[in-house]
């Protein structure tokens, strides 16, 4: 029977969606079809709801299986009319069809605005109760002291019984950040003795974006950067001479000012390129006023977005502190900052205890990936990335931060980092900034680098002008355990990221090569391959610590590992150089690892297709079920890798390198921000296994 759950807000600005995220994102990791309905929309188009979208968007569901139902107009309409079976009715009508392709439903209720609030409580605890929905109830505590929001529970938690829905779980949500604690400590557990959750206010989500106010407003842009992502943390009126407005402007201010200011223009222009100086989100130009055109020119310039609007400054200034952050605004760096909060105060295992929910058997690309991240978080590490001036990296730290993962160090002239942050609205806080040539570790860092390289005779001036090197520096970081592993390879080839490694982290005792593998994503499990971007052509010895290696990156993320070692030949059937040695390499491996099932020589077929294995390889507990593929060459690893990814639609997750005694990886060139992320997330993984020397 699919379980729903309704997340009902029980105050104004509950900051409800929050608590739906975090709670997609955890059923997302332990049921196998998760849906969003949201019975009442607040636009036309039920389709369109943004928080809809977002839900789509980040866990992939399909719109049979996350839809709105009613628009507010409609539902309104039908109240005023008397016909509340209506509204019951329809929307029955709609979850039931989403119900019936899931295993748990969200349901997110109306927001309780207005003077609507009581009928509107009335609203979800009727729908609650007809859609069979466990309530998971929400409780802004903005603004409240701890004994309100004590009391606020209270009152809510008997409303809730009065109505006598079925209550899951009391939140609170947007708490003072020093009170957090205080008031899960004063609130009152009710009849079930479970615990109340406490959730801080998130300037990160309640600051709006500068997308957010332009279109809230319709201002028309005019001039500067194309980046819309910034946060407004402020707002700035400019009505005062340039030398007192210049004191008061922050970094991410957004400034209002009359189109004819052209003093202002030009101060909060050069402002941004000095940086010593504060850049801000935006520019208002108000009144219907056009600048100058060569101010205008000047303005095209600006590293944050320039708007025109017809209002006068005071209204622009009222209108601008109305709109309000969203999650649903789909901005990546809001959800995660959402998802770590939730991840910071949320029991999972005790939430999910309280719901039991039947045990997924599908391990999809979306879970692994969800997986993944809190597998990361769940044994705190700290990673250092060497290619600090790269935005996809700066973008990567930041969501990283946000999402609570690990602790991150960031190597690159300091200036320069902030300066790029602050010109892309990246927000730097919670991470370490390390400058290389100016750093005190440097010295250190090059007399270990002559121990280590002594046989190379590496004099002191040779190793401190490698120190200078991101990637050195970084990989040194590793070596001495001022960082548990590093990530690098955005900006950077393979060599650079590797060769330090090679040269003084070194394999692993028994170990004979580095490798590396790629975590195929498909659309119902996950498999390994190896090893598709190191080794051009391994010999016996090294495909069998390939193949070991593999298993254990394979046992590592979860995959019960069932070693394929390919070959052209399945079994006892073919000869040749290039099977024998498949052949000898599959006996080594049993020789080393008595217990780890492996099969080899067979072919790709056989080792993934049952039927096929039970003619070719009848009695193997390898052959039709394999999860880690080892290929006997790179030329024919890379292909194959690639060929899936394009053909089935898989991820492709890697390259993972392996074999090294500390853990490195290295990103391709043109990896995208999420490939970061992902790529962090698994180096810190490896990072909590990772073996003494």
């Not at 938690?157 to 209550?167: G, P, Q, Y």
């Not at 990673?383 to 790269?390: A, K, N, R």
């Not at 990637?471 to 001495?480: I, N, P, R, S, W």
């Not at 099932?597 to 056989?606: F, H, L, M, N, S």
Request: glycine letters at 8%; a negative charge; proline letters at 5%.
């Amino acid at each position: 029977m699919t379980r729903g759950i309704y997340v009902s807000a029980m105050t104004p600005g509950s900051g409800k969606s929050l608590i739906s995220l975090g709670l997609a994102d955890m059923l997302h990791r332990h049921a196998d079809r998760v849906g969003f309905f949201r019975p009442i929309v607040e636009g036309d188009d039920p389709a369109a709801d943004p928080m809809v979208r977002l839900m789509q968007r980040n866990f992939k569901l399909p719109p049979e299986r996350s839809r709105g139902g009613l628009t507010r107009a409609d539902a309104r309409a039908l109240l005023v009319a008397g016909e509340r079976a209506e509204i019951d009715a329809r929307c029955v009508a709609i979850y039931g069809e989403i119900a019936a392709e899931c295993d748990v439903v969200i349901v997110e209720g109306t927001d309780l605005s207005g003077n609507d609030a009581a009928v509107e409580f009335d609203l979800n605890a009727r729908l609650a109760n007809n859609l069979g929905a466990m309530v998971l109830a929400v409780v802004s505590a903005k603004g409240m002291s701890v004994a309100e929001a004590a009391d606020t529970v209270d009152v809510a938690r008997r409303e809730l019984d009065a109505a006598k829905v079925s209550l899951l779980a009391m939140m609170v949500n947007r708490a003072a950040d020093d009170a957090v604690a205080t008031i899960a400590s004063q609130v009152r557990p009710g009849r079930s003795g479970r615990p109340v959750y406490v959730i801080p206010e998130l300037s990160e989500l309640s600051q709006p974006t500068i997308s957010e106010v332009s279109a809230e407003l319709g201002a028309r842009q005019i001039a500067g950067s194309s980046n819309l992502e910034r946060d407004v943390s402020s707002i700035r009126v400019a009505a005062m001479n340039v030398g007192n407005f210049l004191h008061l402007l922050t970094d991410g201010a957004l400034v209002i000012v009359p189109g004819d200011r052209a003093d202002v223009h030009v101060a909060t222009l050069a402002s941004s390129f000095s940086p010593d100086f504060p850049v801000p989100s935006g520019l208002i130009l108000t009144g219907g006023l056009a600048p100058d055109p060569n101010i205008l020119a000047l303005l095209a310039q600006a590293p944050f977005p320039v708007f025109a609007l017809d209002d006068d400054t005071y209204t622009a200034a009222r209108r601008v502190s109305e709109v309000r952050g969203e999650i649903a605004s789909g901005l990546r760096r809001k959800a995660a900052a959402a998802l770590g909060a939730w991840s910071r105060q949320v029991d999972e295992t005790e939430l999910l205890e309280r719901l039991e929910l039947p045990r997924a058997v599908r391990m999809t690309p979306l879970r692994f990936l969800h997986e993944l991240i809190q597998r990361a978080r769940s044994q705190r590490r700290r990673i250092v990335l060497p290619e600090g001036t790269d935005i996809r990296v700066l973008k990567a730290a930041e969501i990283l931060h946000r999402r609570d993962v690990c602790d991150l160090t960031i190597l690159g002239q300091e200036s320069r980092i902030r300066e790029l942050a602050s010109g892309q609205g990246i927000d730097l806080t919670g991470l370490t900034l390390i400058d290389p040539e100016t750093s005190d570790l440097r010295e250190e860092f090059a007399a270990e680098y002559v121990r280590l390289r002594a046989h190379k005779n590496v004099s002191i001036e040779q190793a401190r002008e490698r120190m200078l090197e991101g990637a050195y520096f970084g990989t040194m970081m590793v070596q001495l355990g001022t960082v548990d592993g590093m990530v690098s390879g955005a900006a950077h080839t393979t060599a650079n990221t590797i060769r330090p490694a090679l040269e003084f982290v070194k394999t692993r005792d028994g170990v004979t090569i580095v490798s590396s593998v790629f975590l195929m994503l498909l659309s119902d499990r996950v498999l390994v391959y190896g090893d598709c971007a190191v080794n051009p052509d391994p010999n016996e010895e090294q495909l069998a610590d390939i193949a070991i290696a593999s298993a254990e990156t394979a046992e590592q993320f979860g995959v019960e590992p069932r070693v394929a070692m390919l070959s052209y030949s399945t079994g006892e059937s073919g000869q040749g150089g290039a099977v024998d040695e498949v052949r000898r390499a599959t006996e080594l491996v049993r020789q080393r690892r008595p217990g780890l099932a492996v099969e080899g020589p067979i072919q790709y077929d056989a080792a993934v297709d049952a039927s096929v294995a039970a003619s070719k390889l009848p009695g193997s507990s390898v052959a039709g079920h394999a999860t880690v593929f080892v290929f006997p060459d790179l030329n024919t690893g890379n292909n194959t890798y690639k060929a899936v990814q394009q053909s089935a639609g898989a991820v492709a997750v890697g390259p993972v390198l392996q074999g090294l005694r500390k853990p490195v990886n290295d990103l391709s060139r043109g990896c995208t921000v999420e490939d970061i992320v992902n790529t962090v997330a698994i180096t810190a993984v490896q990072a909590q296994q990772e073996r003494l020397p």
